[in-house]
């Protein structure tokens, strides 16, 4: 008896390796290659383009929520007065711009003619007041002190007529082209300010990306949200995919395009199409805890097999079964409408 049961353990081993290395393994045929994996899916952490106090979540954990749908909203209030500002400035750039391309009126072109005709006056009153009282100085009835002032007086005249002639000229010019360009530029400024305004109170708003079921509501009312702090976290409604591991010995025959069947645990008189979508081109050991060195040793590729999941039955981490006809050939990808 003692002789026998070291042998009966031996082949105790022995069949658990065995067995073991079955599990391992992916199952096939000549025809169909059966693997075995879990579901994956992608996920998105959803953060606020803004640093604000968080006003409303409106999804709940485990809702389906569509692309564009607005989950969450953060308080607006300063938002909205800034964007008011910009808005009063691109209105009075609008304006300036306006002003200067008209030009002068005509009311204040005959405005300034009326000056000129009034310098030109005091101008002539001027010099004829010189001119008088040089005549009476040469008859020792003026003094020179006078005749000074009045030669002062008759320049200045002549100074202010030119001052007003000038003026005239620029308003029937109008204005520079150099100062309606400026007012141009000011307005592009203003209103690119006013963009950036409304970018801001848009990013207030958090919204869906894609289709999707919400794993995970992080924030709720009240909490102070920022670019670096995640308020919800997003599962895609698609792609769904099956990960798998083929083994090196089978790494040939199986080619990105195959046609694939898929059954789940939770589902298993149902298939779901599918399609082998992606081979990893690098080796990575069997993601897996065995028992024997052979084993812990082996290098696997890592496989996706996409889905057609339009009932959102397939959940993230659910174990399923690809079967794979290794003489079927490459197709399209299906409808999975």
Request: aromatic share 6%; net charge neutral.
């Amino acid at each position: 008896m003692k002789k026998v049961l070291p042998i009966i353990l031996v082949l105790v081993v022995v069949a658990a390796v065995f067995a073991w290395s079955r599990f391992q393994e992916p199952a096939s045929n000549d025809n169909i290659l059966t693997l075995f994996g879990n579901i994956d899916i992608r996920e998105a952490q959803l953060t606020f383009n803004a640093s604000e106090h968080v006003n409303k979540i409106l999804v709940e954990e485990g809702e389906q929520v569509t692309a564009g749908q607005l989950l969450a909203s953060l308080h607006q209030e300063l938002f909205q007065s800034r964007v008011a500002q910009e808005e009063a400035q691109v209105e009075a750039r609008r304006q300036q711009m306006i002003k200067l391309q008209a030009g002068s009126r005509p009311e204040e072109i005959d405005k300034a003619r009326a000056e000129l005709e009034a310098a030109r006056a005091r101008a002539e009153a001027a010099h004829d007041t010189w001119q008088r009282l040089q005549t009476l100085a040469a008859k020792k009835l003026a003094s020179r002190e006078e005749v000074e002032l009045a030669r002062s007086n008759a320049h200045a005249s002549q100074a202010q007529v030119a001052a007003a002639r000038a003026a005239l000229r620029l308003l029937q010019a109008g204005p520079r082209k150099e100062d309606i360009a400026t007012a141009k530029a000011d307005l592009k400024a203003a209103e690119a300010a006013l963009r950036v305004a409304h970018k801001n109170l848009a990013n207030t708003e958090l919204r869906a990306p894609a289709n999707g079921i919400i794993r995970t509501r992080i924030l709720e009312p009240g909490d102070m949200a920022s670019p670096l702090k995640p308020a919800l976290t997003l599962a895609f409604a698609n792609p769904v995919w099956v990960r798998a591991y083929l083994p090196e010995s089978l790494l040939g025959r199986v080619k990105p395009g195959m046609a694939a069947s898929i059954i789940s645990d939770s589902y298993p008189q149902k298939k779901y199409q599918g399609w082998v979508g992606y081979i990893s081109p690098t080796a990575e050991f069997t993601p897996k805890n065995v028992e024997t060195p052979e084993l812990r040793t082996r290098l696997v590729y890592q496989v996706r097999i996409f889905a057609c999941n339009p009932q959102d039955e397939l959940r993230l981490g659910m174990p399923a079964t690809v079967e794979i006809d290794l003489q079927a050939p490459t197709t399209a990808i299906p409808d999975c409408k």
